[in-house]
Each structure stands twice: as structure tokens, then as C-alpha cells.
Nanobody
Framework: QVQLVESGGGLMQPGGSLRLSCAASGFTFSTYAMSWYRQATGKGREFVAGISSGGGTTTYANSVKGRFTISRDNAKNAMYLQMNSLKPEDTAVYYC?????????WGLGTQVTVSS
């Protein structure tokens, strides 16, 4: 079955960096686009960044453009989110997401807290 497992979250001071990982299994990873979403307490889930199946095309929310970088390693069935210049407003649970021919799949999320 499809599994998406996020890791790498934690507590970071403003201006710091974190790298999130998403380990994928149960589907042909290299065939599908992947995305990161986030959800802050009391708010809806929002798109953060997306990457095409081959990694050649990336998209970002305006709020993270220039600070976050999405990437993937199809040989390792993994996706990453490098987050730099973190701000308190980046505090949220970050989710890995993909849409396959069998449906939409989400990971359980990893908490990122940015606070001094």
C-alpha cells in the first residue's frame, strides 16, 4: 500500500534552517508529481511547494518562494524540502502529498515550530 512518511521537523529559531524528508513506498515514485503542504493550528491546509515526476519543474507558494527549495531523489524514492530563513509564520505541520491513478495520498505530517 502507498505510504508517505515525513521526517526532519523540529524546533528552530527564526532565521534558521531545517530539511524535511518524505520517504515514499507502495507506488512507482518516479512516475508521479509530489508536493508539500502545511497546516498551522486553526487554519486550513495550504500548498507549499510541488515538483514534477522527473524533478525538472518546481512550483512554490509566494510565502516561501526564495526561502524554500523542493527536490527529489527518484533512486531513493524520497522528496525533500530545504527550508531556510525560517519565520514564526512557517510554524505548522508539514505534509507530503501525491495524487496517483489510485487516489490521493497524504503522510501523517511532521511538526515544524519556529520560535525564539
Amino acid at each position: 500500500q502507498v505510504q508517505l512518511v515525513e521526517s526532519g521537523g523540529g524546533l528552530m529559531q527564526p532565521g534558521g534552517s531545517l530539511r524535511l524528508s518524505c520517504a515514499a513506498s507502495g507506488f512507482t515514485f518516479s512516475t508521479y508529481a509530489m508536493s508539500w503542504y502545511r497546516q498551522a493550528t486553526g487554519k486550513g491546509r495550504e500548498f507549499v511547494a510541488g515538483i514534477s515526476s522527473g524533478g525538472g519543474t518546481t512550483t512554490y507558494a509566494n510565502s516561501v518562494k526564495g526561502r524554500f527549495t523542493i527536490s527529489r531523489d527518484n533512486a531513493k524514492n524520497a522528496m525533500y524540502l530545504q527550508m531556510n530563513s525560517l519565520k514564526p509564520e512557517d510554524t505548522a505541520v508539514y505534509y507530503c502529498y501525491t495524487r496517483t491513478i489510485k487516489g490521493d495520498y497524504w503522510g501523517l505530517g511532521t511538526q515544524v515550530t519556529v520560535s525564539s
